[in-house]
């Protein structure tokens, strides 16, 4: 027989199981009572979102509780914004894009000419997630020797033209960034006239062969549009053409058209656009190169970033001569209302900022989108706006990259990247003198199942992590 004090204990600890099995268990973060919107299944209803590690564990009907609990009532909770475009990868750029929404911030039409070190560079943790292309614009600067120190060519690595085996090289260096995980590969065929659309092509067939998708800021207008779909077409790659709203300017309509036409044969063609009617570049691009032909009112229209000066034919050669980033002014409001109206628009910044200056959309395209263009003005639904700033973006990447299944989705087992912000007072405050204003409206922001905006504010936490395709060792050369 066994001692009765052997006989309690057990009793008691059978008790203790029981109480553990009906107590509900405790998340590492809760997002209580929020309207939770998933754009992929359509849910749209006040839940409950229970967050253990880096990852959603349920969406809930019922209360649940959790070491932390936020009170989202009156709020909404969307997926954490995908920005596919977005050029200022360094802590101070993601300090204002996370107060604006976004929690994965990519740079894919530059890129870099070095993927492996790039990543390197965003080891240790950063404010948000993050990722890059491999860039034909970085590539052909390298093998022709370009005299920039930008992320444009501001010379030869622009206008010049390559020889046969400079254009090997250049595929030699986009292979070499696909191996080592690029997401995506990068073109800006308007800031290298000197590459005609053959090359163009001969490098899109290195992405298609390595299934990415081409981001391309193209030239040329309509004209160029089509020619580029069709060297993609041909080439067998998906095209991405980045800020539709720029690119196509008062030709939106036939962009969209042309767009839509390929995306109906077959063609895996999609676009983005960035809610405001000014662009930024940089002022030695080859985008300036025939300034000296300009009628004098067109000198008005761009604004130096450095200290919000509007430039005339007198200081825009000297400006150019300097180099610095200018902002170009031009594109009516009804245009940029256009652009963010066609559901084929995924949302993207193109923002950049250091010191303090840069283009507004930076800081505020996502809180834009939502206050203006879906509350104020009913251009577009809530849900689909969310759609082009989540679960679209994510779809552009993941058949290259495997992880970005789990994100731009609010569903058990999906990444804890979530935006939380007030649908009655989100709003953008930056502006072209003033770029570096937050968003407003925007209260929590989780990255990996942590709070990087918390009341506001910018916590201390750096949970941001690469995203990156799988690593392969590079192909052997065929000889
Ligand atoms: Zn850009």
Same mark, same amino acid.
């Given at each position: ?12 600890a059978?008790?203790?199981?029981g109480?553990?099995r ?10 209580a009572n ?9 849910l749209?209803? &006040? ?25 989202a009532?009156?709020?909404v ?14 802590? #101070?750029?993601y ?7 976004? /929690?994965s911030?990519? #740079? ?14 965003? $080891?240790g ?16 600067m390298?093998v ?8 444009? !060519? ?5 206008s ?8 090997a090289?250049?595929?030699a260096i986009?292979? #070499?960034?696909l ?11 308007? =800031?290298? !006239? ?21 981001h391309i800021?193209m ?17 067998g790659t998906?095209?991405?053409i980045?800020? &539709?709203?720029?690119?196509a300017?008062? $030709? ?15 063609q895996?063609v999609?676009?983005?656009? =960035?809610? =405001?009617?000014?662009?930024?570049t #940089? ?7 025939d ?5 004098? $009112?067109?000198?008005?229209l761009?604004q ?12 825009? +050669?000297k ?23 066609? !559901?084929?628009s995924m ?21 834009? &989108? ?10 577009? /639904?809530l ?13 552009r990447l993941?058949?290259? &990259?495997p ?9 058990? +087992? ?8 007030? !649908? ?7 502006t072209y003198e003033?770029?570096?204003?937050p ?8 990255? +990996? ?5 918390d ?8 949970? +941001? ?15």
């Amino acid at each position: 027989m066994r001692h009765p004090n052997a006989l309690i204990a057990a009793a008691a600890a059978l008790m203790l199981a029981g109480c553990a099995r009906q107590t509900a268990p405790t998340y590492d973060l809760v997002i209580a009572n929020g309207r939770v919107i998933d754009p992929e299944s359509g849910l749209d209803a &006040v839940r409950s979102v229970g967050i253990r590690g880096g990852t959603i564990e349920v969406v809930s009907a019922t209360p649940l509780a959790g070491a932390r609990v936020i009170d989202a009532a009156r709020h909404v909770v969307a997926p954490g914004f995908i920005d596919l475009h977005e050029h200022g990868q360094q802590e #101070e750029s993601y300090r204002m894009m996370v107060r604006d929404g976004v /929690t994965s911030a990519f #740079e894919l039409e530059v890129g870099t000419g070095d993927v492996a070190g790039w990543y390197k560079a965003h $080891e240790g943790g950063q404010i948000v997630n993050y990722g890059v292309s491999i860039g034909h614009i970085p590539a052909r600067m390298k093998v022709l020797g370009d005299p920039g120190h930008g992320l444009l !060519p501001a010379g030869i690595g622009g206008s010049g033209s390559a020889t046969d085996a400079q254009m090997a090289a250049m595929e030699a260096i986009l292979r #070499e960034g696909l191996a080592q995980g690029a997401v995506a590969m990068g073109f800006g065929s308007a =800031y290298t !006239p000197g590459a005609p659309m053959s090359e163009i092509e001969r490098m899109f067939r290195v992405a298609g062969a390595g299934g990415v998708s081409a981001h391309i800021h193209m030239r040329g207008g309509l004209a160029g549009l089509r020619e580029t779909i069709a060297a993609a077409r041909s080439a067998g790659t998906s095209l991405h053409i980045v800020h &539709v709203n720029s690119s196509a300017g008062t $030709e939106l309509e036939a962009f969209l058209t042309a767009i839509t036409a390929a995306r109906d044969a077959g063609q895996d063609v999609t676009t983005e656009a =960035y809610p =405001y009617g000014a662009g930024m570049t #940089e002022i030695q691009s080859a985008l300036f190169d025939d300034w000296a032909t300009w009628p004098d $009112e067109r000198f008005g229209l761009h604004q130096l970033v450095s200290t919000g000066e509007r430039l005339t034919r007198a200081t825009f +050669g000297k400006a150019r001569a300097a180099g610095g980033t200018v902002i170009i002014h031009g594109r009516s409001e009804d245009q940029t209302r256009a652009a963010i109206a066609s !559901p084929l628009s995924m949302i993207a910044s193109d923002g950049f900022i250091e010191h303090g200056r840069g283009h507004p959309r930076t800081s505020g395209t996502f809180a834009k &989108v939502l206050g203006k263009y879906v509350r104020d003005e009913s251009v577009i /639904t809530l849900i689909d706006a969310l759609r082009r700033m989540t679960l679209e973006p994510a779809r552009r990447l993941e058949r290259r &990259v495997p992880a970005m299944r789990a994100k731009g989705r609010i569903r058990g +087992g999906a990444d804890a990247d979530l935006t939380i912000f007030d !649908p009655a007072t989100v709003i953008d405050r930056a502006t072209y003198e003033d770029a570096g204003i937050p968003s407003a409206g925007i209260p929590y922001v989780v990255v +990996g199942g942590q709070l990087v905006v918390d009341g506001g504010q910018v916590t201390a936490a750096r949970p +941001g992590r690469a995203v990156r395709a799988p690593i392969r060792p590079a192909a052997a050369p065929v000889s």
